[in-house]
């Protein structure tokens, strides 16, 4: 990260984000400083904001509450889970029978291939070769 010091800013990978720093000025006669900070007695409470930061993280946030959101996280979670799920069930696999990191990486690979041939043949025996994502089904 470079730091420019004419605009108080640091540079990461070419994105500019501003950080603005506040403090309290005295904290120590406040009655809700416990439920407000947990600095050591004499120090204040101190927030960092960024508005880059919030309004990237508001986007990230209404893009995952949207309609595509939720339907990506929902078949997220049932590939990846389901992907183990298969492999340690089905597969009867409980541990890998090999030492070694290039061998445990090998022995893994041929599991996830196996685990994707088989996930294709049952996709061509039901026609869903061209269904890429699951949808809500709704009685």
């Given at each position: ?8 800013t640091?540079?990461c990978?070419?994105f500019?984000?501003e950080?603005?720093?506040?403090e309290?000025e ?13 600095a ?6 101190k ?9 990237l ?12 959101g ?9 590939q990846?889970e389901?992907?183990?799920?298969v492999?340690?069930?089905d597969f ?12 445990v990486?090998t022995?893994f690979?041929l599991l996830?291939?196996a ?21 809500k089904?709704i009685?």
């Open positions: 990260m470079s730091y420019d010091p004419k605009s108080d640091f540079t990978a070419g500019k984000s950080i603005r720093n506040y309290c005295d904290c120590s006669a406040c009655s809700l400083r416990n439920q407000c900070t947990k050591k007695a004499g120090n204040n409470k927030i960092s904001f960024s508005s880059d930061f919030s309004e993280r508001d986007l990230s946030s209404r893009n995952i509450r949207s309609e595509e939720i339907l990506l996280r929902m078949n997220r979670s049932i990846v389901g992907a183990f799920g492999i340690k069930q009867g696999f409980k541990r890998f029978l090999t030492r070694g990191k290039e061998k990486r022995e690979l996830a291939f685990y994707n041939i088989k996930k294709y043949h049952n996709k061509q025996q039901n026609n869903k070769t061209g269904v890429l994502f699951y949808y089904e009685a």
